[in-house]
């Protein structure tokens, strides 16, 4: 009788330490990689600080590894700060609560890990990620080879594509569930290309199809709604950034949508029967005009070859005469619209930024193109197609040759002869 009471007691025990490592466990836990081991660096401490403003809550964390240029990298608990806490050396007051050396913040291990970190010591319902930093859609910014996010100028490395993909599997692992949100407060992100990349292990995406002011997102807009209520749920957090964003910078061209990466997979495929539609099509000169044309005026980015993949699609269906670009093209933008739970711009350039955007050059195709999971749909081939479709020849009008001048009236010359060889004047 004594052991069984023993057991029963133990059991007790358990229980109450299950229950209150539930309620411990947080609605939200926000991780932020900031990599400004770069020329950003001012702008991570100014964000920190920003992220500050949100004020304490037990059930919304957020948690920083911040690398600094020629500094080392430090682990910050934001919202676990002191009410009174003073500005440490960098002058942020959030709890630090780690010394790393020198972190390699362009090593997507380096971010598996401290997602892993996080989770472990901060545990939540809900988690978002946020990668900060220089991004270059789905290729390098440099040398056009693969891009990718999260530039360390110490290591000189990054993360390319395949890398973030790789990443967010690994995420997905330890997490025991996809991602809620991740999230890049960088440039030039928000592309199918890297969506469908990553869309196995993540729910929303929410980023930039454009380049991205210097101070990025408006932290201290973000970060008190969720604080204020953590019962948001992910859907709701993904579609307030953009929101934020926008109301950040009225008086600049921004870019900033959330986009549901469940719906990634119909979109691919209906970017396919699109593109295999119009790749046939441009067989024609006159085709091939239709796209080109669309392509010369299409909403396009920091780096041209990146152009919004609504837009595109609009303009190529208002022109063509081929029935079967019109249907795929309809069911495409049906696809697309789907996808996309928010998007907000702000300026005068980005005013035809519907979402997401695509890689569509007009020459020069990227071979590595081929090394990204997109890349097994029939899009490359149609664009590589289209730089070297023929298009009609200009029409060539004749001009018909100007009235002969009346002779002036010279002396000795009748006026109603033939005019003469003005070289005799």
Not at 25 to 50: H, P, S, Y
Request: charged share 20%; net charge negative; with cysteine.
């Amino acid at each position: 009788m004594k052991k069984l009471g023993l057991i029963v007691a133990l059991m007790a025990v358990v229980m109450m330490a299950s229950t209150v490592f539930a309620a411990e466990k947080a609605q939200w836990t926000m991780m932020v990689f900031i990599n400004a081991d770069n020329n950003l660096d001012r702008f991570g401490v100014l964000d920190v600080q920003e992220m500050e403003k949100a004020g304490l809550s037990k059930d919304f964390n957020i948690v920083v590894q911040l690398d600094r240029l020629n500094k080392e990298t430090r682990r910050y608990d934001v919202t676990g700060r002191a009410a009174d806490a003073k500005a440490d050396d960098w002058g942020i007051s959030a709890k630090m609560v780690q010394k790393m050396g020198e972190a390699d913040m362009g090593d997507y291990k380096e971010m598996v890990n401290f997602v892993k970190w996080s989770a472990e010591n901060y545990p939540a319902e809900k988690y978002l990620l946020v990668i900060w930093n220089h991004g270059a859609g789905w290729k390098k910014r440099a040398n056009e080879t693969v891009k990718g996010i999260s530039y360390d100028d110490q290591s000189h490395n990054h993360m390319t594509t395949p890398q973030l993909g790789l990443a967010m599997q690994s995420i997905a692992g330890v997490l025991g569930k996809q991602l809620d949100i991740l999230s890049m407060d960088a440039c030039l992100m928000q592309m199918v290309e890297v969506l469908y990349e990553v869309r196995e292990n993540v729910t929303y995406m929410v980023a930039s199809e454009e380049t991205e002011p210097g101070d990025g997102w408006p932290y201290h807009l973000v970060c008190p709604p969720i604080a204020k209520n953590p019962a948001m749920s992910a859907l709701e957090v993904a579609k307030m950034i953009p929101q934020a964003y926008a109301q950040s910078y009225p008086s600049k061209s921004t870019t900033q949508s959330a986009v549901e990466l469940a719906k990634i997979d119909a979109l691919a495929e209906a970017i396919n029967k699109f593109a295999v539609a119009v790749d046939n099509a441009i067989n024609t000169p006159a085709e091939a005009k239709v796209a080109k044309d669309a392509l010369n005026v299409v909403q396009k980015y920091a780096y041209p070859e990146n152009v919004d993949l609504g837009h595109i699609v609009k303009l190529i269906c208002e022109k063509t005469a081929d029935a079967k670009v019109k249907e795929t093209g309809a069911e495409l933008l049906m696809a697309y619209e789907k996808a996309i739970v928010q998007n907000n711009i702000t300026g005068y350039s980005t005013k035809n930024s519907t979402g997401i955007a695509i890689f569509f050059p007009k020459s020069g195709w990227n071979s590595t193109y081929s090394t990204i999971k997109f890349s097994e749909y029939k899009w490359d081939e149609m664009v590589q197609h289209l730089m070297k479709a023929a298009v009609p020849a200009p029409a060539v009008t004749e001009t018909p040759a100007p009235a002969a001048a009346p002779s002036p009236n010279i002396p000795g010359v009748h006026p109603h002869w033939p005019p003469m060889d003005p070289m005799i004047y």
